[in-house]
């Protein structure tokens, strides 16, 4: 298992520029998420879904756009970048069987937007 | 909406003393609060968590507690080694929503040796 996946591990932007960041899972996990970490904030949750075709917005959604056509992936659209979304981004996947829990992060895309 | 604060944001003790990190939660439905530890450029790792049907948890040298009615939680470690030095986080959510917890806005802890 690779666990959770993300592509690129860093990237660098101009403002108003689009891209797309690859999120991906194995475990067969239902639930995956989108973070952002800023400096002194802690993670923030920008979108999230519970399975396939469906999603939802969380704390900070303005500017991001998600879907998820397969259960294995997960993908966050920035639509017009700017330099208020430089950070970094944190795909997450979890289960839930009734007993136990457990959301696992990906390793991260450190986003710069000039 | 659920709303975390977490304190202090750094911490500084001597190696093999105690810390201890503190959150309080606004929502009263919140139910599931695990703590996560950051270390530097690496992704969040969970290192215990609790639910609110019990007041602790232990984990070898961590503990968990978990006040309800005061809505506030914190973590304890013991025998603090180098090692445990990073960032800690604290989350809420509902403990059949781990998928879109609220998070605490950090602590850096830093073990002298």
């Known amino acids: 298992n690779a666990g959770v996946t993300q592509t690129p591990k860093f990237q660098v932007l101009k403002t108003g520029q689009s891209m797309t960041l690859q999120c991906a899972q194995d475990m067969n996990h239902e639930y995956m998420s989108w973070y952002r970490q800023d400096p002194g904030m802690g993670l923030r949750l920008i979108h999230y879904?519970?399975?396939?075709?469906?999603?939802d917005q969380g704390e900070v959604p303005n500017g991001y756009n998600v879907s998820r056509s397969t259960t294995e992936d997960f993908p966050l659209r920035l639509l017009s970048a700017a330099p208020s979304q430089t950070s970094v981004y944190f795909c997450?996947?979890?289960?839930?069987?009734?007993?136990?829990?457990?959301?696992?992060f990906g390793p991260g895309t450190r986003l710069l937007v000039l | 909406g659920e709303n975390v604060e977490q304190h202090p944001s750094t911490l500084s003790v001597q190696e093999g003393d105690s810390a201890v990190i503190k959150c309080t939660y606004s929502?009263?439905?919140?139910?599931?609060f695990p703590w996560y530890k950051q270390e530097l450029g690496k992704r969040p790792q969970l290192i215990i968590d609790?639910?609110?049907?019990?007041g602790e948890k232990k984990d070898q040298r961590i503990a968990v507690t978990l006040n309800k009615t005061a809505k506030h939680f914190s973590l304890h470690i013991t025998e603090t080694q180098p090692e445990d030095s990073a960032v800690y986080f604290c989350a809420a959510s509902t403990w059949d929503s781990s998928y879109k917890l609220i998070f605490g806005s950090g602590t850096r802890l830093l073990v002298r040796p």
């Open positions: 609790i639910r609110s049907n019990v």
């Open positions: 929502d009263s439905a919140s139910n599931y």
């Open positions: 997450a996947s979890s289960y839930y069987s009734g007993a136990k829990e457990t959301q696992y």
């Open positions: 879904s519970v399975g396939a075709g469906i999603t």
